[in-house]
């Protein structure tokens, strides 16, 4: 494994399987059909159901392909239910001319497209081409895993360097479609990723830690931005390409999970029916000010003082809980959760989210803190 170091500095970075990356205004419209990998390609879409019956995207897409769509599944539901991906892919397996799945939306169809890839070359050794139309900011389309639950609640996936998604289009006229409260939290949870690439142990300093500064600090702008006009397709075009700078560059030498306030969304997530983007809103500050007492995550998040309009005091525990802070500040500003008084999760399961979060463990330092942290969501 080759891992960044700081001192001296070193690394690898290995581009994953992206091949375009299309944004602004009519994205689709003007590039999805060169996107595809075949003149004579047949396209299957991976949807939810509010985007299908709700928004005229989903038509959208079908006319532009015309008899180049072979069909579409709008079931996927928040969290990516087996159920239903038990369902479309039992649907793909059963007509071979499919070679490209496109998703259009967040996180959910997203994943389920690559999960169903990954089933299906488990079956007939191939991989589908993977076209990726976001409509949030969870920037799912950047990563080579794919996460579902399983029937029992819990979050589980797959992983593969060929789940990369190989086309992306951001497309600011479909994100105009987005309700606001889920724009704005999946942008916190675009956030979560730049933070937690800052300190992990194998991100790149180049390109991805740069990259995350610059993503992180456009998030802080561009969200309050997006609040006040939410019609701004320069804004949201920004947002977009700020998801993908978030996460888009960890690269093929990235290991294992993404950090802490992952874990502890994966634990509050699926489990207890709340989305991503709003544990992200949750977990993130309390993280950010508690990895302020590791001095080499504090090192590495101190450095993003400068790209939000503050000065460094050359204290990296309290200039990595000042960033804390003004996380906590941007989720409250955004008029986004705070703690877990809207959802239904009893204080019961406080070692039960805790074990999750700390992979298995019972008790401990690592225990301890995060346990703190937990039952600071319930204040």
Not at 87 to 93: L, P, R, S
Not at 327 to 337: F, K
Request: net charge neutral.
């Amino acid at each position: 494994m080759t891992e960044a170091t700081y001192h001296p500095l070193s690394g690898l970075w290995q581009p994953t399987q992206l091949q375009k990356l299309h944004y602004g205004p009519n994205s689709v419209k003007t590039h999805l059909l060169s996107c595809l990998p075949k003149q004579s390609s047949k396209a299957f879409i991976i949807t939810g159901n509010s985007l299908a019956t709700k928004t005229p995207l989903v038509r959208q897409v079908e006319e532009l392909l015309e008899n180049k769509h072979a069909g579409t599944f709008s079931k996927i539901g928040e969290h990516a239910p087996v159920k239903q991906l038990d369902e479309a892919t039992d649907i793909v397996k059963k007509d071979d001319s499919v070679d490209t799945v496109i998703s259009i939306g967040g996180g959910s169809p997203i994943d389920s497209s690559k999960a169903i890839s990954y089933r299906l070359h488990e079956t007939t050794g191939k991989w589908l081409y993977h076209i990726a139309i976001p409509t949030t900011l969870s920037a799912s389309e950047c990563t080579m895993a794919a996460g579902y639950t399983e029937a029992d609640g819990v979050k589980t996936g797959v992983r593969a360097g060929d789940l990369t998604p190989s086309v992306v289009l951001y497309d600011s006229t479909f994100a105009l479609h987005t309700p606001e409260r889920l724009w704005t939290s999946t942008g916190m949870r675009a956030m979560d990723h730049a933070i937690e690439l800052l300190y992990h142990p194998t991100a790149t300093e180049m390109p991805a830690r740069w990259l995350t500064l610059q993503a992180a600090a456009s998030l802080f702008e561009n969200l309050l931005k997006y609040k006040k006009d939410p019609k701004d397709e320069d804004i949201i075009t920004k947002l977009q390409l700020s998801a993908f700078a978030s996460l888009g560059f960890m690269g093929y030498n990235m290991k294992g999970g993404l950090g802490l306030s992952h874990a502890l969304g994966y634990a509050l997530g699926s489990p207890y029916s709340i989305p991503h983007g709003i544990t992200s809103c949750l977990t993130l500050g309390h993280v950010v000010k508690l990895k302020a007492q590791d001095p080499a995550a504090a090192e590495q998040v101190a450095r993003l003082l400068p790209f939000i309009g503050e000065t460094a005091s050359g204290d990296v525990k309290k200039d990595a809980e000042r960033v804390g802070d003004r996380i906590l500040q941007l989720v409250r500003d955004l008029g986004l959760d705070s703690d877990l008084k809207n959802y239904k999760v009893g204080k019961d399961q406080i070692p039960i989210i805790t074990e999750r979060a700390t992979g298995g463990r019972k008790s401990g330092d690592v225990y301890d803190a995060v346990e703190g942290l937990v039952k600071g969501l319930f204040d």
